[in-house]
Nanobody, 126 residues
Framework: QVRLVESGGGLVQAGGSLRLSCASS????????MGWFRQAPGKEREFVAA????????SYVDSVKGRFTISRDNDENKLYLQMNSLKPEDTAVYYC???????????????????WGQGTQVTVSS
């Protein structure tokens, strides 16, 4: 069983920054491709970013490219999302997720992600 716990959310003004963290239990963190998703009120869950097992490959939704950076520390079993130049439309609950599959490409769909955290709220005021 893998437990994921997000932290680092909060209230920030537009243009500000936040760094989300996701701590993983167990010693299998390095086996998983990891992703960040978000869900705003009344909207469907949306892919934000993903990273390969050793961090060499990343993928982002177009709306966050150049502003968000996904990274991981396999020694510490942690995933990060650095969010800069935040906009009100970034307001959502952010979830980290773990993908244990062996598919060659990073997935932007939630389907392969078997493990999910409880989420952390990010609110960006205008």
């Amino acid at each position: 069983q893998v437990r994921l716990v997000e932290s680092g959310g909060g209230l920030v003004q537009a243009g500000g920054s936040l760094r989300l963290s996701c701590a993983s239990s167990g010693r299998t963190f390095g086996r998983f491709r990891m992703g960040w998703f978000r869900q705003a009120p009344g909207k469907e869950r949306e892919f934000v970013a993903a990273i390969s097992r050793i961090g060499g490959t990343t993928s982002y939704v177009d709306s966050v490219k150049g502003r968000f950076t996904i990274s991981r520390d396999n020694d510490e079993n942690k995933l990060y999302l650095q969010m800069n130049s935040l906009k009100p439309e970034d307001t959502a609950v952010y979830y980290c997720a773990a993908d244990p599959t062996l598919a060659p490409a990073l997935s932007t769909s939630g389907a392969p992600y078997s493990y999910w955290g409880q989420g952390t709220q990010v609110t960006v005021s205008s």
